[in-house]
């Protein structure tokens, strides 16, 4: 038979241990695997978990990013509760608690507005061909990995225009039509752009 003093020190050691389940059970909850969206940038991901850009060395040495100010669509990053970051792979997936369905559901409805206002400029197309259009995917492919979404400062997208240039509009059919004339009015062609850019790091 158990004493109400026994009774007592086994509720309590038993709320003690169902406690420290709950505690760590809400630690594990709080791990994330982050998937980068078009337009992120490490500084952006860094203010999203931490406030503030103490993150952004953090990240790029933990996922082997050699150019801080580049990410691509679609790379994933486990971010921790107690804010560590592990590059992703299947062994941490398995034990981290994806906490980023609701994360992406927000991103997809915030790309809503910007995609459609895209579809609604899609007709546009480039009158760059063979050797040309070899310079400026060349140019592309330097500048921001082919994609449409990425920023850096005020550059913005494919080509890293100056968000001056694009006046707002950073559908991927007003990027190709401002990253001609761009290219055209400076340098005459794609080609005269690459050496440039070979010449000085930037065109």
């Given at each position: ?8 020190k086994v509720s309590a ?61 679609g790379q994933k990053l ?126």
């Open positions: 038979m158990i004493s109400k003093k026994n009774f007592v050691t038993l709320g003690a241990v169902a406690l420290g389940v709950s505690a760590t059970a809400t630690a594990a909850n709080a791990d994330t695997i982050y998937t980068v969206q078009s337009g992120d940038t490490l500084s952006g991901i860094s203010y999203k978990f931490a406030k503030d850009n103490s993150m952004v060395n953090d990240l790029a040495k933990k996922n082997n990013i050699q150019d801080i100010n580049k990410i691509y669509v486990i971010i921790k509760s107690d804010g560590e970051i592990q590059e992703y792979n299947a062994q941490n997936a398995a034990n981290a608690n994806v906490a980023n369905n609701n994360t992406q559901a927000t991103q997809q409805q915030a790309a809503q507005p910007q995609q459609a206002q895209s579809q609604a400029s899609q007709s546009y197309t480039s009158n760059a061909s063979g050797s040309e259009a070899a310079a400026k995917a060349w140019i592309a492919a330097r500048e921001s990995g082919g994609n449409y979404g990425a920023t850096n400062g005020q550059y913005i997208g494919k080509y890293q225009l100056s968000a001056s240039y694009l006046n707002g509009d950073y559908s991927a059919a007003n990027q190709e039509r401002v990253a001609d004339q761009y290219v055209a009015s400076r340098y005459g062609s794609w080609q005269n752009a690459q050496a440039h850019w070979q010449a000085n790091g930037w065109y």
